[in-house]
């Protein structure tokens, strides 16, 4: 902020002071043709960080702000190493037993300082936002801002908006100019969760905003150049996808410089118990209370395959946290209630027919779970908790069944 010494009903100096009690954060460089060295005193001691005498040059202002830029990029970075100093690896969520997370987390370590597009695959629950985040913390770009969009949740009509902002008048409701999500995240970085949902008429539009770093607002006519660091996830299968003809094979290539992929759970059970000390401990610390599980209770929930990945475990340590006083979880506290299915009759019904194990264990889920949303008529939340499952894991195997 530049700042003149002499001005109407408030001079520079008390203008000064008023905007750091009132908790202003802006290099403030004060500027007056009168006082001298008096004056760039005072001006110091009420929190300018530099002072400027009139006349001045075009370049000794330049060069001052340049000084200021460059002191407050210090200050940043030295914030930002802070924090990551502060956070251990277990506090970030980011938990390693197993081969294949540290191959991950290596990768991450390895193309966090490059401003390169990065592609985060792997099931629903695995932690890709997680990921993302730490990929943000490693960069250069770590103390700017990290935004995420979930291209699922964004309706068709409103999400070019949400990407790239609009202009007054554009539409309906467009009452004043609003910058999106690349516009927020210039100079940090932002996540296109579940990009593989994007619809086919606005990938063209992102292609071109990864190849030029240009955005153009909906209902205006000029360009705005961005530079925000794109990191996409996805629980597609984006390659089946590009055959289908429902993702551009350029945007995928464009996307797809580097690709981490996150294993299920079930395929590294090494985490499991690590990740669950860390739930159990956040929620002592949430609920003021001991919280801890047995041995036991951890090798139950490392027998299970966990459809839901990490945000299904974490919702099931929570669930039995709610639902008991106990200070250490045993597999009792941990297990939900069995599906209400009655499926023997039905396997005897079917003899042989039935195929496999597995797939008389996924039609008896299947049945299951369209009974209790007929019986609560289709409340999701309701039926979950008469299945004993969270509702993510609900979620997930409606989408897996087809169930309507």
Known sequence: MLCDVRMPEMDGLTFLRTYRQRGGGALVIVMSAYGGEDAAIAAMKEGAYDYLPKPFRPDEVVLTLRKAEERERLRQEVAGLKAQLAAGPAERGLIAASVAMQQALALVARVAEHNTTVLITGESGTGKEVIARAIHRASPRATRAFVGINCAAIPENLLESELFGHVRGAFTGATADKAG???QASGGTLLLDEIGELPFGLQAKLLRVLQESEIRRVGDQKTR???ARVLAATARDLEAEVRAGRFREDLFYRINVVAIVLPPLRERRQDIAPLARLFADRLAKRFARPLAISDAGLKWLEEQDWPGNVRELENAIERAAVL????????????????????????????????????????????????????TDGNRREAAKRLGVSLRTLFYKIERYGIQ
């Open 324 to 375: 008991t006083n106990h200070e250490i979880l045993s597999p009792a506290d941990l297990q939900s209630e069995p599906l209400p299915s009655p499926i023997s009759h039905d396997l005897g019904d079917k003899g042989e027919e039935s195929g496999t194990l597995r797939e008389a264990v996924e039609d008896a889920e299947r049945r299951a779970i369209a009974d209790a949303l007929k019986a």
């Open 225 to 227: 150049r961005v530079d």
């Open 181 to 183: 999500l690349f516009e």
